[in-house]
């Protein structure tokens, strides 16, 4: 099949919800083709979907090498993305073994589908990591040691990549206001036993931290953004605010970050 030419394709994968929608968006409205790889399909009748589960086997891979059978693919844009609540003692196996599949081996298995067709003429990798992933969230240990190891992952990546003209950012978010919140997966008190009350502070603070914080069509803009410099960042905080924070809390003693969490997230 002849792919399609002209104009740039950027594959977002985790585009139904929150940041991959509003980027999606911002791409199909600035002229991009894009595709989309999720459960559940984006809603914009201009993007492709392809469903796929991140920790379903290699479907996402699949669905990749499909894409690029019609198009071009110049950019991966990794958004998918899993949380959940629960103290470390009582963590179940397949809950936290189905996080790291979401949030940390489906970005290295889209990757590794991508690199054999960037390398020949180029091309644009961005993972999607946190703020949690320098900053420990009690009880929300899982997902900031994945964002942890994704963030690695990238400032890897982008010297390994860098002589084949393939530029990698690892973005940061701080708190972002999306439907994201509502969607971890938060342990029951008989779960989380002694823990229950920390677990529900902790739940609550980090919703609130959240919703106040981006917008998801702000992250967006950023991310498009890195998508047009000639020479992207490695690693992309967004705001200024969390571009601070960030920079404080390299220089801070340990049991100082570590003091400052459990005032946010145990009282």
């Avoid at 929608?21 to 199909?28: A, G, N, Q, S, Y």
């Avoid at 229950?196 to 739940?203: C, G, I, M, P, Q």
């Amino acid at each position: 099949m002849e792919k399609s030419t002209g104009k740039q394709t950027a594959v977002v994968v985790g585009g139904s919800s929150g940041i991959g929608f509003e980027t999606c968006l911002k791409l199909v409205n600035r002229g991009w083709n894009v595709v989309n790889i999720s459960r559940t399909p984006c809603k914009s009748a201009k993007v492709v979907n392809f469903t796929a589960d991140a920790a379903a086997g290699t479907a996402l891979s699949d669905a990749i090498k499909t894409a690029a059978e019609k198009y071009r693919i110049t950019a991966l844009i990794y958004s998918a993305g899993f949380s959940m609540a629960a103290p470390i003692e009582y963590a179940k196996e397949s809950d936290y073994r189905y996080l790291f599949d979401v949030n940390y081996f489906g970005a290295l298995q889209s990757m590794q589908a991508v690199i054999p067709l960037f390398k020949s003429c180029g091309g644009r990798i961005i993972l999607v990591g946190s703020l949690g992933g320098d900053f420990p969230i009690s009880f929300d240990s899982f997902y900031s040691s994945s964002k942890a190891a994704l963030e690695m992952l990238s400032r890897c990546a982008y010297s390994e990549l860098k002589p084949y003209g393939i530029k990698v950012t690892g973005l940061l978010p701080g708190g972002t206001a999306t439907g994201f919140t509502y969607k971890r997966k938060v342990y029951s008190d008989d779960e989380n036993k002694g823990y229950s009350a920390n677990v529900n502070r902790a739940v609550a603070a980090l919703a609130n931290m959240e919703q106040s914080g981006t917008s998801p069509a702000a992250v967006a803009e950023i991310i498009y953004n890195i998508l047009c410099e000639d020479k992207p960042p490695v690693i992309k905080i967004c705001g200024a605010k969390n571009t601070v924070l960030r920079l404080v809390s390299r220089v801070m003693p340990e049991k100082l970050t570590l003091k400052i969490n459990e005032r946010m997230f145990h009282q």
